[in-house]
């Protein structure tokens, strides 16, 4: 719309308009800044001028209404002020929080029910707002209520979520409420989940949650699962920790390429990136035994493992791989090695033993001086009572100072 300004009158009054929006601007802006300025001193003279200055301005009511519930400790009067606040502007979650305190003071639980509920309201992502009003139906034995604010913790605020899952563990006890009411439906929490259920013990419920994870039919990393596929393992729940493994192999098209046809050794090539978890090799860095792959020397494949003897006792070279097995069956167990330049009284050797009661099914000769590459293998038959076995790298006895290198390749665990 074009507006004439021909005339000196329009010109005139136009002019006094755009005199009178500038001068009520630079007021607001006056007033607003001394607000400001008065509400940094952070006294309750000061803040009583600062919404006295800006009288339509909730902040300034806000942050008088929390001196005078905290600092002052004046509940009635703030609570005055606090009111005043939300009803300048009703969309600020925290004017909401705060009143809600000042209505627990008081011990008028209605109403800080109806401030909390304002407050989800206002913001209803806000994981702190979320976390206040659960805890109060937490108090107020309002389980139902508590769930759902409870998820909106556990989905926003990472640092909360054990805080959250711990809470509504202890106050349901009930896998299947959780994982339908609180819990997103996302790895992380789940395995979060998983996490504090194995601390405590609970192994049905850990169970429920991990195949519930599975079948959510979403990724996560294969490392996420081993902490709870070790938990199976301690718990001597082999046929479990097999299924994990398993049902990690068909999500994974990678994994699946780790194992060999007939051969329980997962990985045996050792052609693979080392997974330290689950079924595959494991390994633990000392200052003893130096690991890694060596590309230039092999038995089969492309590559070996080689260890590095540094000159001190060592027992263990922190070398190992789980493999599940059949009870009263037979099995024969091979393995290439190598050595070059072992200087020790006992080198190493490869070891197969029951992984829960130690029992030794194979022990190979030890390695000394220099020797090419030579397989060594032995035929054996489970016990009654095995379940796992525990393939690793030992030294027997382990007393004598060693240096020197030793390689080992295709290692193969067959059932006859």
């Known amino acids: 719309m074009q507006v004439d300004l021909n005339s000196a009158l329009r010109k005139l009054i136009f002019a006094l308009i755009c005199a009178l929006a500038v001068g009520s601007y630079l007021a607001a802006i006056s007033r607003h800044f001394l607000a400001l300025t008065l509400a940094a001193q952070s006294d309750q003279r000061s803040l009583e001028r600062a919404a006295k200055v800006e009288t339509e301005s909730a902040e300034w009511r806000w942050e008088l209404g929390r001196y005078l519930l905290f600092v002052a400790q004046d509940q009635k009067a703030a609570v005055t002020r606090l009111e005043q606040a939300v009803a300048l502007n009703s969309h600020v979650a925290p004017y909401w929080l705060d009143l809600a305190a000042g209505y627990e003071v008081s011990g008028d639980t209605r109403r800080q029910r109806q401030a909390l509920e304002s407050a989800v309201q206002a913001d209803p992502t806000a994981p702190n707002v979320a976390w206040q009003a659960a805890n109060f139906y937490v108090v107020d034995n309002d389980v139902v209520r508590a769930l759902p604010l409870l998820r909106v913790v556990m989905k926003y605020d990472p640092e909360q979520l054990n805080s959250a899952l711990k809470l509504c563990w202890r106050i349901t006890r009930n896998v299947t409420v959780m994982l339908r009411e609180a819990v997103p439906a996302e790895p992380s929490p789940y395995f979060t989940f998983l996490a504090l259920l194995t601390a405590q013990g609970e192994n049905e419920a850990a169970e429920v949650v991990w195949n519930r994870l599975v079948n959510l039919g979403q990724s996560f990393p294969v490392s996420d699962a081993f902490p709870y596929f070790d938990y199976l393992v301690q718990k001597h729940e082999t ?161 004598p100072l060693i240096k020197g290198k030793f390689w080992i390749d295709d290692v193969s665990l067959v059932q006859l």
């Open 239 to 399: 046929g479990a920790a097999v299924q994990v493994w398993e049902e990690l192999m068909g999500r994974s098209g990678p994994l699946q390429s780790y194992n060999q046809a007939g051969n329980l050794v997962v990985d045996g090539g050792l052609e693979k990136d080392f997974l330290n978890g689950g079924f595959d090799w494991r390994y633990s860095v000392t200052n003893a035994v130096q690991l890694s792959v060596d590309n230039s020397e092999f038995h089969g494949g492309s590559q070996a493992l080689r260890m590095a003897f540094q000159g001190a006792a060592v027992s263990d070279v922190g070398f190992f791989e789980y493999v599940p097995v059949l009870p009263n069956t037979d099995y024969r167990f091979s393995v290439y090695t190598k050595a070059e330049d072992i200087e020790s009284a006992s080198g190493p050797r490869l070891e197969v033993l029951d992984a829960y009661s130690g029992q030794p099914y194979v022990l190979t000769d030890d390695s000394l001086g220099t020797t090419a590459w030579r397989q060594q293998s032995a035929d054996f038959r489970t016990r009654s009572d095995t379940s796992l076995l525990v393939v690793k790298v030992s030294r027997v006895p382990s007393d």
